[in-house]
């Protein structure tokens, strides 16, 4: 994927596109997708993307769908339609070109013995203790992963999940031995912010860390977990702060 510099006009516009995200308050996970999506398709249409016709946008689609998914596609249809709202002040093109399939899936159900399982045989303190504070907390991966000391209050005995779905923020219970085990945790990284942080320095520097765990690396921990113990699924995080194995 091409990165800048770009040609001038492109190059210029880019930058606004990019101001006018932050401006919007979009997470930087978001801001890295939409600008993804204009860098590829300025590559596609040699740059000149300002005055994109139905049948162009139908045959890009097209084609990026052959190599991508329909996840990646999505993403980049919201950032061209932003393209075109928030910088060109231009309608859309193409309303109705792209619409994904629909798909309905029973949710995956978790029983306490395969949580109790996972969090057993997960051998890397930092993600054993992760997945059992996401699991007995209810949280997403990415809330999980972006706790900080300062939102765990011991004498409420709850959580502040900031930055949650919608950019809302929540408080949830914190377990008596969700609290523990977080505690412990702690006493061995002793970082003075985050309450995972990343493992690229090992242990004797993990005080020392910028950001918290990497988000792949505790998906893969967590896919490889669940194959060694015969649980073929990915399951959904539920809350079950009772029968849980010591950490």
Known sequence: MLKPPFPPEFQQ?????????????????????YT????????????????????????????????????????????????????????????????APTTQRLPDIVTVAQ?????????????????????TLGLRLGEGLRLQVGDIDADRQRVQIRDAKGNKDRFVPLPPSTLTALRRHWAVHRHPTLLFPNRQGGRKNAHLAKTPLDAGGVQKALRAVTQSCGLKKEYRRTVCATAMPRI
């Open 36 to 99: 993804h999506a204009l860098r590829r398709a300025g590559s596609y249409f040699n740059f000149q993307i300002n005055d994109l016709t139905e049948a162009q946008l139908t045959e890009y689609f097209s084609d990026l769908l052959i190599t991508h998914s329909w996840s990646t596609l999505k993403h980049d249809l919201y950032g061209l339609k932003f393209y075109y709202d928030k910088v060109l002040h231009k309608d859309w093109p193409a309303p109705n070109l792209v619409k």
């Open 115 to 135: 949580i109790q399982q996972i969090i057993a045989s997960t051998k890397v303190l930092s993600y054993r203790v992760f997945f059992y504070t996401i699991y």
């Open 13 to 33: 516009n880019y930058e606004t596109h990019l101001k006018r995200l932050t401006l919007n308050g979009m997470r930087p996970k978001t801001i890295e997708a």
